[in-house]
Every structure is written in C-alpha cells, then in structure tokens.
T-cell receptor, first 116, second 110 residues
Framework: DGGITQSPKYLFRKEGQNVTLSCEQN?????MYWYRQDPGQGLRLIYY???????QKGDIAEGYSVSREKKESFPLTVTSAQKNPTAFYLC???????????????FGDGTRLSIL | KQEVTQIPAALSVPEGENLVLNCSFT??????LQWFRQDPGKGLTSLLL?????REQTSGRLNASLDKSSGRSTLYIAASQPGDSATYLC?????????FGDGTTLTVKP
C-alpha cells in the first residue's frame, strides 16, 4: 500500500547527541515536510522540500538539519544545538506540482522523541 | 503572517448530538483549507479539503464550509458517535507551507 513510513516510533536522545528521524514515502510525491507538535498545540513547520536536492527552512529550523538526496526520503537530524527537542515529530508529503498549492498533505504516524 | 485559530480548544457532547467546530484565519488569500483528524499518539488523517473556489465539501457525516471573505471555516459533524472522539485540526497552505490551528479535542460520550 502507498503511504509514509516514519521510524523509529520512539526515540531517546542523550545530552549532546545528534539523532536522525527517518521518513520514507512511496506515493511518488515531490514535496515533503517535517513538523513538530508539542502537547496541546498544533503543528509547526521545521523544514520542507519541494524537489530533490533542495529544501527550505520553516518557522522553527534552528537546531535541526535535513537532506533530500532521493525523492522517497527526507530524514531529519535533531542536533545537540536543539535545547528542547522533546516533542512529537510528524513527516508529511504532497504532490505539489510546482506552484500548485491545491494538493492535500498526507502524514506518517510520527516519532516521539524524548531526552534521557 | 497567516494565523489560524480554533475555538473551542475542547468540546464534550453526548452521543447523537450534531456539532460544529470552528476555524478562523487572518489572511483570506488562501488556495484551500484542509481539515484533519488526529487520534492520540498518531499522525494526521485528512478528512476534507475545500478549495478556495468552493463553499462546501461533504464526506459522509462530515460537512466543511469555507467563507474566505470572513476568514472562517466550520466542520459540521452530524449524529456524533464515540468513535468520533479525537482532535480535529484545520490547516491553510501558502507557498508550499501550511499553517495549522492548535486543534479542538472532541469527546463524544456514550
């Protein structure tokens, strides 16, 4: 079945450590997104990518990094510079033909990151 | 900068009741508006997407309306069921990004 797979489901980070969250999609979508969700709040955009080898900062990019070497994959690294990384991280994708914002977003099941 | 507000933050209703969830946005120059459902600890499931040229979209017991001029959208749920209990979020895309409201957490009591 087509969809978005995020792994792992749960992740723990030690002080000073970088961790990477995986996001893979087999929907043949051009655009991919990373969001952070804190308890009782909506989603805030971290990074997004509309095409391979290109990505843009969202509203809260500091302390995070991404890469987009393949259309299917958009991994997110939470670096040691992110001082408050505990949150629920959601990856999404959409068809996003260049300039077409009428396409719905599809989401993975999320990764919950906690500090040890 | 687009801001999206959802009121109320939480809602509890008895089973069978019809209900309305509200979503407001500050910039009316939108392409579309999307309603999502989120179950605890899960990702988001798309419920309805209303394009800017439409006023309504329906799917089963759900009906979403859009009034761009007033910056409002409503999600109407008919004959609510306990299985409808979840958090409902609205989102407005702009230039490849989306701005989300904080959601309304709905509890439907048997």
């Amino acid at each position: 079945d087509g969809g978005i797979t995020q792994s792992p489901k749960y992740l723990f980070r030690k002080e000073g450590q970088n961790v990477t969250l995986s996001c893979e999609q087999n929907l043949n979508h051009d655009a991919m997104y990373w969001y952070r969700q804190d308890p009782g709040q909506g989603l805030r955009l971290i990074y997004y990518s509309q095409i391979v080898n290109d990505f843009q900062k969202g509203d809260i990019a500091e302390g995070y990094s991404v890469s987009r070497e393949k259309k299917e994959s958009f991994p997110l690294t939470v670096t040691s510079a992110q001082k408050n990384p505990t949150a629920f991280y959601l990856c999404a994708s959409s068809i996003d033909r260049r300039g077409d914002s009428n396409q719905p977003q599809h989401f993975g099941d999320g990764t919950r990151l906690s500090i040890l | 900068k687009q801001e999206v507000t959802q009121i109320p933050a939480a809602l509890s209703v008895p089973e069978g009741e019809n209900l309305v969830l509200n979503c407001s946005f500050t910039d009316s120059a939108i392409y579309n508006l999307q309603w999502f459902r989120q179950d605890p600890g899960k990702g988001l499931t798309s419920l309805l997407l209303i394009q800017s040229s439409q006023r309504e979209q329906t799917s089963g017991r759900l009906n979403a309306s859009l009034d761009k001029s007033s910056g409002r959208s409503t999600l109407y749920i008919a004959a609510s069921q306990p299985g409808d209990s979840a958090t409902y979020l609205c989102a407005v895309p702009n230039a490849g990004k989306s701005t989300f409201g904080d959601g309304t957490t709905l509890t439907v009591k048997p």
